[in-house]
Each structure stands twice: as structure tokens, then as C-alpha cells.
């Protein structure tokens, strides 16, 4: 059983990063989720536009920059820029939206 996963842009197919196939429920979608130090070389780029996680999910009470597909610019999920005590597992994790 593969423990890796090819992540695809969900708009122009560009492959954007080898993921662990670890799936968690953030909020009403289903995301894998990659240690930001490892995708530096991968086709993502952050915006800067903080918000907050989303209520009644695992990222609640944390703050998160979206991230987007570097070819298209389609949002493609967020990450974690900082976390609440008891949550410091889930600080620099970029989780990817799973469609
Ligand atoms: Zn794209």
C-alpha cells in the first residue's frame, strides 16, 4: 500500500507535490496535509492574507494563509501560519483541499 500520493491542481492537472497519504476532516472537505519545510521546490506559492481556521473544524482557533497552484492561481487550500496551545502539531502544515 502506497504511503505517498501525487497532488494534482484541480484546475490546469499541474503536478504540485508528493503528499503523505494521511487524510484528516478539516472542515467540510477532506485534506492531506505535507511539513511545509519539504514543498519549498513544489509548484505553491502562500498569499499573505491571514484569516482565521474555519469553526467546528480540527484548524479552529488557528490562523491560516490560503495557498495557491503557482501555474493557474487556483486556491488549492491553506496553511497553518500559527496555532493555539494543544495544537502546535498543526503550525507551517499545509493542508490540501481534497475534491
Ligand atoms: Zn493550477
Known sequence: MSTQVNC???RCNH????SANSWMPVSNVHSTYEDSKKF???????LWNIREG???SQLEGCFVNP???RICRA???VRCVDA???KAQFRYVTYFKYL
Request: proline residues 8%; hydrophobic residues 25%; negative net charge.
Open 40 to 46: 519549498i521546490e513544489y509548484q505553491i506559492e502562500t
Open 8 to 10: 494534482h491542481c484541480v
Open 67 to 69: 495557498v495557491r497552484c
Open 15 to 18: 503536478k504540485l507535490c508528493t
Open 54 to 56: 474555519l469553526p467546528d
Open 75 to 77: 486556491t488549492i487550500g
Open 84 to 86: 493555539p496551545e494543544g
